[in-house]
């Protein structure tokens, strides 16, 4: 399976505009991968906070029309990272989409774990509570966002669910890129899953990012991992590795605490 990165630099003088489209010609070029994954809020930038409500747009939105059309002319699965996501009904969400080979709609995650500390996106948007998982044909991804690293119950529970490859974008911050890397290994690890970890380039809103996407298997080395400028990171993975490190290494069967109790 061929997978992808597009680490895309948000450059404050680009207008959205000019950036989708040129996200959208990037994920063209990349015809012939399997899956191709892009960062958190590329639209915006994961710090521009204040923007948000002005910026944010509906599911079925610009970003979502220009993104389906890319992935079907390439071809290509695309995690098409996320935006902020105006419900009609409710408060923003900072919201992943997932499209098929054909353009539609495969998934959609609303992240879970928000940013801030009572700052920012963790009062500006609202959480989401449902796990996702989209199956393709070579394996079966578990859908996390930036800070949902932090929280290693999530990813038991997509495992759980059936998840073998884990695909996190992200907005993560230059001065917090120590920690990327960890987490990112430590999740592939425990999970024996690959992570595939999608960051941003470039400035947010005065917020360096640290870029340096990642790949790591799931025996948590690491596979492929960007610089911090704009650049496509693409690397060939054995989806069978999952299921071979799990045989070879079953702590996963080892679990006590955080299992559902038997019913009966």
């Known amino acids: 399976m061929r997978a992808s990165l597009i680490q895309i630099a948000v450059n404050e003088n680009e207008s959205i505009e000019s950036r989708r489209e040129r996200v959208a010609a990037l994920v063209r070029e990349q015809a012939g991968a399997d899956l191709v994954v892009l960062p958190e809020l590329w639209t915006t930038g994961a710090f521009a906070f204040e923007e948000f409500a002005d910026r944010a747009e509906p599911l079925e939105g610009p970003t979502y029309e220009a993104m389906a059309k890319a992935a079907s002319d390439a071809g290509v699965w695309l995690h098409a990272g996320s935006i902020p996501e105006r419900d009609p009904d409710g408060p923003l969400y900072n919201t992943s989409l997932m499209f098929t080979p054909s353009g539609e709609l495969a998934a959609a995650y609303r992240k879970i774990h928000r940013f801030g500390f009572d700052k920012g996106e963790a009062v500006l948007m609202g959480a989401g509570s449902d796990l996702v998982t989209v199956r393709l044909p ?95 990171l693409t690397v060939d993975l ?27």
Not at 238 to 263: H, I, M, N, S, Y
């Open 138 to 232: 070579e394996t079966t991804l578990g859908l996390a966002t930036c800070y949902d690293l932090r929280f290693p119950e999530l990813f038991r529970g997509l495992v759980d669910a059936g998840a073998e490859t884990l695909v996190v974008p992200a907005g993560w911050p230059e001065r917090r890129r120590a920690h990327w890397t960890l987490l990112a290994r430590a999740r592939a690890v425990e999970d024996q899953a690959f992570v595939l970890a999608c960051g941003t380039a470039g400035t947010h809103a005065g917020v360096p990012q640290a870029g340096h996407s990642i790949v790591v298997d799931p025996w948590g080395e690491v596979l492929a991992e960007a610089g911090a400028e704009e650049e496509v």
């Open 238 to 264: 054995d989806p069978g590795k999952v299921a071979t490190t799990r045989e070879q290494f079953p702590a996963l069967k080892d679990r006590v605490l955080g299992l559902k109790p038997p019913r009966g």
